[in-house]
């Protein structure tokens, strides 16, 4: 019963299944997760991301080892805990297109893995899974904040380009 429980954790509830974008299905539990925690004051966040990506660890270490210890593409535990990083701290989150826009930064950076991101898939296990993950959105995070910040003294400015 641990395991069928670990196994739906692991894949998003079955949204990792899908025969296309996996990764991009399962990340889509973060977006109301994420939009949950932008309304908590950012040292809550902090901490609830904190325990849902330490938790995240064992559960995709696990439903790895399915999979001969490979990060399957099934596997998007890692990914949906990893997103709400990305609107970290960000108030201006709370309007749904800057979660979108948070959201396809994320994907396009969690797809593509450039420089340092693909370096943490070498690590092993559930830490080397999940990782990956956390780097993508922490340099997402990067990308939308400065969105968001141009965007604001934009506004502040009063200029209309």
């Avoid at 960000?90 to 991101?117: E, M, N, Q, S, W």
Wanted: proline residues 6%; neutral net charge.
């Amino acid at each position: 019963m641990l395991d069928t429980f670990n196994f739906w954790l692991a894949t998003g509830f079955g949204l990792g299944l899908a025969p296309i974008a996996p990764g991009t299905f399962g990340s889509l539990i973060g977006l109301p997760l994420a939009w949950w925690l932008v309304s908590r004051p950012t040292g809550q966040q902090a901490g609830i991301i904190a325990l849902l990506l330490v938790a995240a660890v064992p559960v995709c270490h696990i439903a790895a080892w399915h999979y001969d210890g490979l990060d399957h593409s099934s596997i998007v535990a890692d990914e949906y805990v990893a997103f709400p990083l990305v609107v970290l701290g960000l108030k201006a989150a709370r309007h749904p297109l800057i979660l979108v826009l948070a959201f396809g930064v994320y994907r396009f950076f969690d797809g593509l893995k450039p420089p340092p991101i693909h370096l943490a898939e070498y690590a092993t296990g559930g830490v080397g899974i999940v990782l990956d993950d956390v780097i993508a959105a922490l340099v997402s995070w990067l990308v939308v904040a400065l969105i968001v910040a141009l965007g604001q003294r934009r506004q502040l400015s009063g200029w209309r380009g």
